[in-house]
């Protein structure tokens, strides 16, 4: 079945930089983007960017550009997203998801579990 | 970018009960690509809806979606018991991506 684990919990002090990985099984990694969603305490989730696996294309939300940086290690089915000059504001809970790439439209299909990341001094 | 405004903000029904939750966009999503997910605390997100009707694999027949331009609705034709959580509406016709704020479906 198709999984997204993700790594765990992550403390950083402002100015910081952090690296959540995705780790996936259950399908062809190649075949599927990976997207990163932020969703900060009582608020709304916030997309940040996808990356494609296949050919290493990726875009980055305006909000997150030249601070975020999106790979993938496709000998590992890994996906990763590091964030640079972490702010107190950046605390909230990390999601990868798989995202089926179609023709027309690009969408969400399965959810990792999250990852909390708290920046604090 | 698209805001997406979800009501009620809050609903508190009985199991057995209809739900119908609505969202809108502040300007029309291209190819009504809108989704519906639904989310369980401690748990990862589930795609319940995409394409404004369509049902992703697994999802019962209780949950359909309806819609366009920027008037959207999921409806949940009987509650369950597992089907108290958040639902977010989510569009990705347009860049960036965005997400409504939520709507909480509770037991009454």
């Known amino acids: 079945q198709v999984q997204l684990v993700q790594s765990g919990a992550e403390m950083r002090k402002p100015g910081a930089s952090v690296k959540v990985s995705c780790k996936t099984s259950?399908?062809?990694?190649?075949?599927?983007?990976i997207t990163w969603v932020r969703q900060a305490p009582g608020q709304r989730p916030e997309y940040m960017g996808w990356?494609?696996?296949?050919?290493?294309?990726?875009h980055s939300a305006q909000n997150f550009r030249g601070r975020v940086t999106l790979t993938t290690d496709t000998s590992t089915r890994t996906a990763s997203m590091e964030l640079k000059s972490l702010r107190s504001d950046d605390t909230a809970v990390y999601f990868c998801?798989?995202?089926?790439?179609?023709?027309?439209?690009?969408?969400?299909?399965?959810w990792g579990r999250g990852t909390l990341v708290t920046v604090s001094s | 970018e698209i805001v997406l405004t979800q009501s009620p903000g809050t609903l508190s029904l009985s199991p057995g009960e209809r739900a119908s939750l609505s969202c809108r966009a502040s300007?029309?999503?291209?190819?009504?690509?809108l989704a519906w997910h639904q989310q369980k605390p401690g748990q990862a997100p589930r795609l319940l809806i995409y394409?404004?009707?369509s049902r992703a694999p697994g999802i019962p027949d209780r949950f359909s979606g309806s819609g366009s331009g920027t008037d959207f609705t999921l409806t949940i034709s009987r509650l369950e018991p597992e089907d108290f959580a958040v639902y977010y509406c989510?569009?990705?016709?347009?860049?960036?991506?965005?997400f409504g704020q939520g709507t909480k479906v509770e037991i009454k």
């Open positions: 300007h029309s999503v291209t190819g009504n690509f």
């Open positions: 394409a404004t009707s």
């Open positions: 998801a798989r995202v089926i790439m179609g023709g027309s439209s690009w969408f969400i299909d399965f």
């Open positions: 990356i494609n696996p296949d050919n290493g294309n990726k």
């Open positions: 259950g399908y062809v990694f190649t075949s599927f983007a």
């Open positions: 989510q569009q990705y016709g347009n860049s960036p991506w965005t």
